[in-house]
């Protein structure tokens, strides 16, 4: 079955500074990478999804990254604020088909320092 | 619209106890995901309906089941709890259940086992 790696598991950076995120899948049927942003006390939030027919993709502060060939992918927040200080999780699955599950990442507590 | 909607919010049971959860989906999607969240495993996929059907199933016990109505509501059961089953239980609605679509999550339930 699918595998993802991801780091770092905690990120601390000062605000207005770039934050990166870093994802590996084992997979080479996943076609499929999004990011969820989980805050205290609620449910994973979709805020960017990217699949494997493009190579980038970006939303305002928010822009993702895929390498088909070495199997990563890359989450880019600009700028950051505090609102951004949440735990971030990657995912892959495969669009073929019905859903198996996406298969997620440990996720990546992200702290914006003041 | 309202978002997925999951009862209760906390639960505290005892070993060997079992224990039903809730979910309501967003109105008008036909397909529910659950998934299991804990500090050292992550997010894992628990299994998806479709359709009042089971159509994908993670790598779980067959102490955890699950079933969807006619209204797309879905329940999960788990029985002869175990304290490694302490875990915020998370249900995501989507409208067909591709492996590309969104999931929308709920704010899950807190299942504490003692």
């Known amino acids: 079955g699918e595998n993802v790696e991801q780091h770092p598991s905690t990120l601390s950076v000062q605000e207005g500074d770039s934050a990166v995120i870093k994802c590996t899948y084992s997979?080479?049927?996943?076609?499929?990478f999004p990011w969820y942003k989980q805050e205290l006390g609620k449910g994973p939030q979709l805020i960017i999804d990217i699949r494997s027919n493009v190579g980038e993709k970006k939303d305002q502060r928010i822009a993702v990254t895929l390498n088909k060939t070495a199997k990563h992918f890359s989450l880019h927040i600009t700028e950051t604020q505090p609102e951004d200080s949440a735990v971030y999780f990657c995912?892959?699955?495969?669009?073929?088909?019905?859903?198996?599950?996406?298969?997620f990442g440990k996720g990546t507590h992200l702290i914006i320092q003041p | 619209k309202a978002g997925v909607t999951q009862t209760p919010r906390y639960l505290i049971k005892t070993r060997g106890q079992q224990v039903t959860l809730s979910c309501s989906p967003i109105s008008g999607h036909r397909s529910v995901s659950w998934y299991q969240q804990t500090p050292g495993q992550g997010l894992q996929f628990l299994f998806e309906y479709f359709s009042e059907t089971q159509r994908n199933k993670g790598n779980f016990p067959g102490r955890f089941s699950g079933r969807q109505f006619s209204n797309s509501r879905s329940e999960m059961n788990v029985s002869t709890l175990e304290l490694g089953d302490s875990a915020l239980y998370l249900c995501?609605?989507?409208?067909?259940?591709?492996?590309?679509?969104?999931?929308?999550f709920g704010s899950g339930t807190q299942l504490s086992v003692l």
């Open positions: 995912a892959a699955s495969s669009s073929w088909g019905g859903a198996d599950g996406l298969t």
């Open positions: 995501a609605s989507s409208p067909q259940g591709a492996g590309d679509e969104k999931l929308f």
């Open positions: 997979d080479s049927a996943s076609n499929y």
